[in-house]
């Protein structure tokens, strides 16, 4: 399995960026991709989910209405397009795949890509 995430930089607080987690390795019909993000310092917490077929999408509080997070199937990439940044939501941003079922904590989530760094100036 393999999960590649890309598209992190540097941008301005209330500017966008739009992360990239192409998947592959393995059939994902029966997975959830999330994102998740750690700041230094700080634990890796959730950021959104949404399993690969169907369901509902999930985001965290603090990033709900600014970011959204969608699929490309042909592509079998996961797309985090993010706007209204703020310097809190500086972080490296990770893709993972879990369980269908994951209620969005990093313990379910069994792959993880390496990471994409954000950077959000003030």
């Known amino acids: 399995v393999q999960l590649q995430a890309s598209g992190g930089g540097l941008v301005q607080a209330g500017g966008s960026l739009r992360l990239s987690c192409a998947a592959s390795g393995r059939p994902f019909s029966s997975s959830t991709i999330g994102w998740f993000r750690q700041a230094p310092g700080k634990e890796r917490e959730f950021v959104a989910q949404?399993?690969?077929?169907?369901?509902?999408?999930k985001y965290a509080d603090s990033v709900k209405g600014r970011f959204t997070i969608s699929k490309d199937n042909a592509k079998s990439t996961v797309y985090l397009q993010m706007t209204s940044l703020q310097p809190e939501d500086t972080a490296v941003y990770y893709c993972?795949?879990?369980?269908?079922?994951?209620?969005?904590?990093?313990?379910?989530?069994?792959?993880w890509g390496q990471g994409t760094q954000v950077t959000v100036s003030s």
């Open positions: 993972a795949a879990g369980p269908r079922s994951t209620l969005g904590v990093v313990p379910e989530y069994n792959y």
């Open positions: 949404m399993p690969w077929i169907g369901g509902f999408k």
